[in-house]
Each structure stands twice: as C-alpha cells, then as structure tokens.
C-alpha cells in the first residue's frame, strides 16, 4: 500500500532521529511505550474543497482529549450518504439522514481504517457500502495507535513504531475489540496467519492465533551486522505480501536503498533473496503485482518508477528498467491497473500494465484534484479505489473513485473529510477489509 507522500513520517521516523546527531552518534532508543498519548480527540472543523457543492458535517462518537490531531468525516459533496444500519446511530442523531437524494446504502462489512501519524491513539473506521458512500462507525474514532496498519483475515493489526496489537472487528458494527498484548511495532504487512512489522535494522515475525500474537522462533529476520554508522542503520519499510513472499524495502539512508524478496516458509519464517538497489539514498518504497511478478520500486528523490521481473519459482529478478515518473501508486486486485500520482502529488493518473513483461502505458486521462492527494487502497471487489488528500497543509479526506474496469478511469464518487489537524502530522493511509 502506498503511503501519504506528505510527510513520510513513521517508516523513517528512527532513523532521521539518529541522523540529527550525526554519522557515528548513538542511536536514539524508544520510549517505553506508546499509551503516553492521549486516548481520543476533539473533532474539528474541516475545510472542504473549493469544488465542494455543501458541507453537511457530524462528528464521531469518541470521548474527548486534549490532542489537536482529529478525525471528523464530512461528505464534502451535493447529499449526505445514508448508512441504514444500527451501526452509525445513535440518540444524539449524529447520523441522521440530512434532506437530499442519495438512495439508503445496504449495510456492509467491508471498513476503512485511517492510519494516523499524529500523537494521538486514535483509528478512525468508517463503513464502505457497495454504492460507494462512507459512513463512520459508532465509537469511531477508536482510542488505539494506528500509524501502521494492516488486515491478518477477521483481525485488524495496528499500532506504532514500537507496539502493535490485534484487534477483532465487528462484521455488523465494526466495533474493535483488542484480543492480543503489545509485541514490537513497525510498518505492517500480514496474511491470514503471520503478521510481519518491519523496524529499524529488523523485521519482528508473528504468528496469529485466536487473536493472540507469538513470536516465531528465530524472529527478529534480517539484522545487518556492522552498518556503515548509525545514521544509515536501515529501516525495513514498504512491506508486501504476493504469492507466499514477502517484498520489502532495505532504506540505508546515504548507504542505498534496495529491494528484497523473502519467501514465508510454513511455520512464517523467511528466506530472504535480494532483488536490487532502488536507489543511492534517501527514502524508496515499491509496489508489486498480486501475482507476485513484476515489482516497481519507487525512488522518491528522484521521482522515477522501476521495473523488475521477478521469478516466485527461483527467487530470480531481472531488472526491466525505468517506466514512468512517479510519487507512488497501488496496483488494483486484478493486476490490470496501476494508479499513480506524479510528482506534483495532485493528480491520478492511470497505467494499464502490461501481463507479459510489465511495462506500463497511460490508458485514461489524469483526474485532477487540484490538492496533494494519493491513492492507497481499492475495496475488495476493485470497483472503488480509495484516495488520501490533501486540500490544506493540516486537512485531510478520503476520496473515492468508481473505477471503469475496462478503460481504467476515474469517476469521483464522493470526498469525505478527516478533520484538521494543528501541523502536518495526520492521516498517512488508509487500508480496507471485509470481515465475517
């Protein structure tokens, strides 16, 4: 899943700690734990979109705190979306239906989870329906860590860059309940039964059980003996999961940047293979394909998308070369589509790829938001691709786009506001699951 390019906070968050102090200096070590933060926070009034037709706006159900990092949705559009089930109602009429048009959605298990960057322990869960509308879910935002996250089957795996916990969810309510203690965090990436988070200088492994999560034996993978110096500790980000191998990227700050692939064996133990360098420094992310074939990596310094052909069978990556300009993109379920921003961040822009070798072309006009925004997640059937923007420095939304499964391009559906926050710390992603 791609990540807000705005600011690219937790992934390398050690890491630029350690470079304030020079080459050589001591690594900053974590705090204790990460409940110092305040549990939820006072909604705030957004700022909608210049193009927006009227604002009709209601808060979440969350107790207040002190944080000024919020969650607030809004449907930034002519008529309020419906949410016809028990889970978005409550006596203070929150979520009563405002005058308008928009036909009453069929309740859905299928939620969005925020990410959020901002001190505050909060998630923000909103309810996907099958039209296309969101709607947040009683209690939301919930008071748990959620810098990084990511869907284990009927569990939701959150927390920061030191904790991370399960969670149930709700089918109905989309309510979370946390079923496991705080093991060690990181960026995120899991599968039905192993959890992987991705740290500084390791990538911690779990097994999930019942909604408890073990170490596997052997875990922390890939610690790098003897860096270069301190500040280019690497920091394993962009993790991926296809086709039973896990894809990360090894950031090593001024000392490189490449790209891995790991096969998870069956106990979730991994056997690394190194595909490339993406690039000489700075932050990388990469994007692969669901059928595990064709990894793109993402220089962000330089603004340019890789290409490697990568061989599940026997670990072998032939480099393909340079596709297009890119700030970041996500590859839709069916493996057709990938969508991307450019380095302005305030477009879409839509690649059809290529089955045999990979290679992308511009197939439907860029749709322009005329903010910072980034798409980062589609529902489970494809039809709808999920947007992060941006339209002020401390304002946020979702964006939702019907996607054309023939041509590839976009049709807004619907924007729907996070809320502000005080300074530029705030939603950073976002990631949908469907659960039972």
């Given at each position: 899943?791609?990540?807000?390019?705005?600011?690219?906070?937790?992934?390398?968050?050690?890491?630029?700690?350690?470079?304030?102090?020079?080459?050589?200096?001591?690594?900053?070590?974590?705090?204790?734990?990460?409940?110092q933060f305040a549990s939820t926070a006072t909604p705030v009034q957004s700022s909608a979109p210049s193009n927006a037709a009227s604002t009709q706006s209601f808060s979440g159900?969350?107790?207040p705190s002190t944080s000024s990092n919020s969650f607030k949705d809004t449907y930034l559009g002519p008529n309020e979306p419906t949410d016809t089930s028990s889970a978005g109602v409550s006596s203070s009429g929150i979520n009563a239906t405002p005058p308008g048009t928009m036909p009453p959605s069929t309740a859905s298990s299928t939620f969005v989870f925020v990410e959020n960057a901002g001190t505050a322990k909060q998630m923000a869960v909103l309810r996907l329906n099958a039209d296309g509308s969101l709607k947040s879910v009683n209690g939301s935002p919930f008071p748990y860590d959620s810098a990084s996250i990511a869907i284990a089957g009927n569990y939701v795996i959150a927390g920061n860059y030191y904790d991370i916990a399960a969670y149930s969810v709700d089918p109905t309510t989309g309510t979370l309940t946390k079923t496991s203690s705080d093991v060690q965090g990181g960026q995120l990436a899991a599968t039905n039964e192993f959890v992987y988070a991705g740290n500084d200088n390791a990538i911690y492994e779990y097994q999930l059980v019942n909604g408890s999560l073990s170490?596997?034996?052997?875990?922390?993978?890939?610690i790098q003996?003897?860096?270069?110096?301190?500040c280019a500790m690497p920091a394993y980000a962009s993790l991926e999961i296809a086709q039973g191998h896990l894809f990360y990227a090894d950031n090593a700050g001024h000392a490189g940047t490449s790209a891995y692939a790991a096969t998870i064996q069956g106990d979730g133990s991994l056997l690394p293979n190194r595909i490339d360098v993406i690039g000489d420094g700075g932050s990388a992310s990469i994007v692969v394909s669901p059928n595990g074939k064709f990894v793109y990596g993402i220089d962000e310094s330089m603004h340019a998308?890789?290409?490697w052909d990568f061989d599940g069978n026997t670990g072998a990556a032939q480099y393909v070369g340079l596709t297009?300009?890119?700030?970041?993109?996500?590859?839709?379920p069916s493996g057709t589509f990938l969508f991307a921003t450019p380095a302005t961040g305030s477009s879409i822009d839509t690649y059809r790829i290529n089955p045999q070798d990979g290679t992308l072309t511009e197939v439907a006009s860029a749709v322009f938001t005329g903010y910072q925004t980034s798409p980062q997640a589609f529902d489970p059937t494809g039809k709808y691709l999920l947007s992060l923007d941006s339209p002020t420095a401390t304002t946020y939304a979702i964006g939702v786009w019907a996607i054309d499964a023939s041509s590839g391009s976009l049709r807004r559906v619907g924007s729907y506001s996070l809320g502000s926050t005080s300074d530029s710390f705030g939603p950073r992603?976002?990631?949908?699951?469907?659960?039972q």
């Open positions: 899943m791609a990540r807000f390019p705005r600011p690219l906070v937790l992934v390398f968050l050690l890491a630029a700690m350690v470079a304030m102090f020079g080459c050589g200096a001591g690594r900053t070590s974590a705090p204790a734990s990460a409940n159900a969350g107790s170490p596997i034996p052997g875990e922390p993978f890939a003996p003897g860096p270069i110096c301190d998308l890789s290409l297009t300009a890119s700030n970041g993109g996500v590859i839709d992603g976002l990631v949908v699951g469907s659960f």
